[in-house]
């Protein structure tokens, strides 16, 4: 896999150091997915997200559209990526959703060809140390790890619950054995009996985002003066939305 990020013109407001890091996280994604054959091309901005600006609230934020598929469709490419979890999909739908992909989650499944427009657009702002590995001031944000937040959001790292699902929803569990269909809940592979990390409870932020037990890069609240590191599980939710 190979992640090309596309710097708009707002980009020139971004701090000292915060190009390197967003291609350092784009390089560290595409080496740890190194058999995708796919390029993804993701749009960042600096207090803008695509064309708009960004909440005044909000440190980080992702934008992309998605495709519908069907659960059979979804489940034969993974079954045929062979990630962690696959095998213990049913052939029939446990949801009764239709399956919304993103673009760079359609291509890395071989559901979707190739394309030369954005697969989505992430937008930041805010007081960040763009000093990868080191601890950051007292609320300032750990850069590296808000540009990972984002940019996996892009990439498929979302739950909706109702209406329609995506492939983090065929992996999210209330106890063993029973999908969860409302917020909350935890990530599991291997049909609810393992808990790799729960997802966050508040409304307010993403579902598919973790509660934020520990400092990590895929939490909903994003904490300052903290490396919120790329941890193990985020890698093998990352696996099993498709990516190898």
Known sequence: MIIKPRFTTSWSNAPTGAT???QEVCSFLAETYPLAPIQLHITVGWGFVGNMPMQSSAVGESLTSHATFTYAQVRTALLAIGNVGATTLPPTDPLNRAMWIVPAQAKAL??????????GHVGFQGNVSTQIGTVPAPGVIDFYGLVAHEITEVMGRSIHNSGFATVLDLFHYSAPNVMANSIGGYFSTDVGNTIGNTFDTNPNFDAGDWFGNTPDAFNG??????INPISAVDLTLLSALGYR
Do not use: E, N, R
């Open 110 to 119: 071989g559901l979707m060809p190739p394309k030369i427009g954005s697969d």
């Open 221 to 226: 609240f994003v904490a300052g003066g903290q």
């Open 20 to 22: 390197a890091v967003v």
